[in-house]
C-alpha cells in the first residue's frame, strides 16, 4: 500500500489503496462506491458500440464490420476448440464475449488517464483520506465475485435446460448409483463397492463448485487489484519513465485475466452440458 | 509486517516453479515443431495465468493481514 503524506495546512493527507471500494454519493439510501461508478462508464460505453455497430450493419462490409467479424471469428474458433461444436459455439459466443468485453474494458478503464487522479477529500477518524471518483470496476471484490457466481449459477442452469432435472441432479447426488445396485448386484458383484464410492465423488463435487466461485473471483480481483497497487509503488519511485513497463504489464494482464475469465466460463458450461459417457 | 512478508515470500515459490516449468515444456515443444508455435501459445498463457492464481491468492492474503 503506497502512502504518500503531503503536508499542507498542517494536515497530511493520506493517499492509499483500500481493499473494499469506497462510496463517493448515495442514491436515495442505496450508496455507490467509485468501483461501481467505472463500471457503469465501461458498461455504457459496450452498450453504446454495440447499438450503433448493430445499426450500422450491411451486406458488403465496410472496414469495421470486417475487423470486427474477423474477431468474431477468431474467437468462435477458439471456443470451437472447447466445444468441438459450432453450433453450441455459436450459441454460447454471446453470453461468454460479453463476459470478456466488460472484464476488459472494466480492466483497461483502471490504467486510463484520469482514473484514481479526480477525488474529494473526506475526513476519516481524524485524518484526511483522497478518495478517488473513479476506480477500476474490477479492483473491487464485489463486482468480480458477482461475476464469478453469475457464471457458476449460469453453468448450472444452462446444464439443468440442456440435460434434464434428473439426469443433473445425479451428478451431484448420485441417486442413480444406489438404485442400481439391486438391479445389477446379481451381475457384476465389484457394483456393491464401486457405486456408493461414485455417490461419495458426486458430494466433493459440489464443494468444487463453490472453490470455482472462490478462485474465479480472486484470480481477477487479485490480479487486478495488485496491478494497481504496483502502479502506485512504481509512481511513488519516480512518476516519469518508470511507470511505463509496468502500464504494459497491466494492459497485457488485463487482457489475459478477461480471456481465462471468458475460457474458464466457457469450459464450466459445456462441460455442464454435456451428458455423462459411461 | 512480517507476517504479510512471509505469507507472500512462502506463497510464491510453488507458483514461480510451476510456470517456469510450464515454460520450460512449452519451449521443447516448441523446439521440436516450430510449426505449432501458434498453437502452442494460447494453451500455454492459460495454464500460466492459473498457475499465477496461486500467487495471487497468497497476495491477497497478506495484502488483508494487518
Redesign the interface.
Known amino acids: 500500500?503506497s502512502e504518500s503524506a503531503n503536508s499542507e495546512n498542517q494536515t497530511e493527507l493520506v493517499t492509499e489503496h483500500t481493499?473494499y471500494a469506497e462510496p463517493i454519493f448515495e442514491l436515495g439510501g442505496f450508496t455507490v462506491t467509485n468501483s461501481l461508478f467505472t463500471s457503469w462508464i465501461a458498461l455504457f460505453v459496450i452498450i453504446v458500440i454495440g447499438v450503433s455497430f448493430k445499426l450500422s450493419v450491411k451486406t458488403i462490409p465496410g472496414k469495421l464490420q470486417n475487423i470486427m467479424e474477423m474477431v468474431v471469428d477468431k474467437f468462435l474458433e477458439?471456443f470451437d476448440s472447447v466445444t468441438n461444436s459450432r453450433e453450441k459455439s455459436v450459441f454460447l459466443a454471446p453470453f461468454v464475449m460479453s463476459f470478456f468485453f466488460l472484464i476488459l474494458i472494466n480492466n483497461w478503464m483502471g490504467i486510463m488517464p484520469g482514473v484514481g487522479a479526480f477525488g474529494k477529500i473526506v475526513s476519516e477518524h481524524g485524518e484526511n483520506v483522497f478518495v478517488p471518483f473513479l476506480r477500476g470496476g474490477t479492483a473491487d471484490l464485489n463486482t468480480t465475485l458477482a461475476l464469478a457466481s453469475l457464471a457458476v449459477v449460469a453453468s448450472h442452469i444452462f446444464g439443468v435446460v440442456a440435460v434434464g432435472a434428473w439426469t443433473y441432479l445425479n451428478k451431484f447426488i448420485n441417486i442413480k448409483a444406489f438404485l442400481e445396485i439391486p438391479k445389477k448386484v446379481l451381475k457384476d458383484p465389484t457394483v456393491l463397492l464401486v457405486n456408493p464410492i461414485k455417490a461419495f465423488v458426486g458430494l466433493v463435487e459440489i464443494i468444487g463448485e463453490l472453490a470455482k466461485v472462490a478462485?474465479l473471483s480472486?484470480?481477477l480481483?487479485?490480479?487486478i487489484?495488485?496491478g494497481e497497487?504496483l502502479l502506485a509503488s512504481m509512481s511513488a519511485i519516480m512518476a516519469f519513465a518508470i511507470p511505463i513497463p509496468f502500464l504494459f504489464l497491466e494492459i497485457i494482464v488485463g487482457l489475459?485475466?478477461a480471456?481465462?475469465f471468458a475460457?474458464l466460463v466457457l469450459i464450466y458450461v459445456s462441460i455442464s452440458t454435456t451428458a455423462e459417457e459411461h | 509486517m512480517f507476517a504479510k512478508a512471509i505469507a507472500i515470500a512462502l506463497g510464491s515459490i510453488a507458483p514461480a516453479l510451476g510456470i517456469g516449468y510450464i515454460g520450460a515444456k512449452a519451449m521443447e515443444s516448441i523446439g521440436r515443431n516450430p510449426e505449432a508455435a501458434g498453437k502452442i501459445l494460447v494453451p500455454m498463457l492459460l495454464a500460466c495465468a492459473f498457475a499465477e492464481a496461486i500467487a495471487i491468492y497468497a497476495l491477497v492474503i497478506a495484502f488483508s493481514i494487518k
Open positions: 500500500m481493499l477458439l478462485s480472486f484470480r480481483f487479485g490480479n487489484f495488485a497497487v489475459i485475466q480471456l481465462i475460457m
